[in-house]
């Protein structure tokens, strides 16, 4: 079956650290996948995302890229900043259907 | 444009009572999502509709939970006899059919608290 796993939080840094959070999936096809963000007190949003192999998806100085041969997915930042701090999701998109698989999520807290 | 929106945005509600949630997507969104947060935890899939079918129930906690869809539009959540265990933020999103992969836009949620 399908399932996104992510690392466990909260991850805390300082401002301007380098920020990796983790995430692997498994999947049957060939899934999109995608990063949302969850800012304290609002609604989640997407963040960015990837639809095949290598293709690398960026916003707001993020990065992601879908590596097929480590079935992996990881969120990069080269220097977080305060207004970073949220819980990050990791989630992936059937092929063939438009349901959606939701890692249990990352609290990233950045400390000025 | 009119995003997603989800009502009521807080209900409390006493164990044993019914509540219904109502979602209204983006307008021409065939796909629709419910997922629940609880406390500190991830997103829980429940239901996922395609029109107004429901081809996957596969995530409903139990039979006191149900949902509907009518018009390819709003969508109604329905829990019966609520349980404290039941308290928890409900999502709603949606998307676009087509392309297969297109991302989910959500709602701001329903915060329910059973006494």
């Known amino acids: 079956g399908n399932s996104v796993t992510q690392m466990e939080g909260p991850v805390t840094l300082s401002e301007e650290a380098f920020l990796t959070i983790n995430c692997t999936y498994t999947?049957?096809?060939?899934?999109?996948l995608f990063w949302y963000v969850q800012y304290p007190g609002e609604g989640l949003q997407l963040l960015l995302k990837?639809?095949?192999?290598?293709d690398k998806g960026s916003n707001k100085g993020f990065e992601a890229t879908y590596r097929k041969e480590t079935t992996s997915f990881h969120l990069e930042k080269g220097s977080v900043q305060v207004s970073d701090s949220a819980v990050y999701f990791c989630?992936?998109?059937?092929?063939?259907?438009?349901?959606?698989?939701f890692g249990s999520g990352t609290k990233l807290n950045v400390k000025p | 444009g009119a995003g997603v929106s989800q009502s009521p945005s807080n209900k409390v509600t006493e164990k044993g009572k019914d509540v219904e949630l109502r979602c209204d997507p983006i307008?021409?969104?065939?796909?629709l999502y419910w997922y629940r947060q609880s406390l500190g935890q991830g997103l829980e899939f429940l239901i996922y509709?395609?029109?107004?079918?429901?081809?996957?129930k596969s995530g409903l906690p139990s039979d006191r939970f149900s949902a509907e869809r009518t018009g390819g539009s709003v969508s109604t959540l329905t829990i019966q006899r609520t349980q404290q265990e039941d308290s928890a933020v409900y999502l709603c999103?949606?998307?676009?059919?087509?392309?297969?992969?297109?991302?989910?836009?959500f709602g701001p949620g329903t915060r329910l608290t059973v006494l």
């Open positions: 990837a639809t095949k192999a290598d």
């Open positions: 999947a049957t096809g060939y899934p999109s």
């Open positions: 307008s021409g969104h065939t796909a």
């Open positions: 989630a992936l998109s059937e092929t063939n259907f438009n349901k959606f698989y």
């Open positions: 509709f395609q029109g107004n079918s429901a081809p996957d």
């Open positions: 999103a949606s998307s676009p059919a087509l392309p297969v992969g297109n991302e989910q836009f």
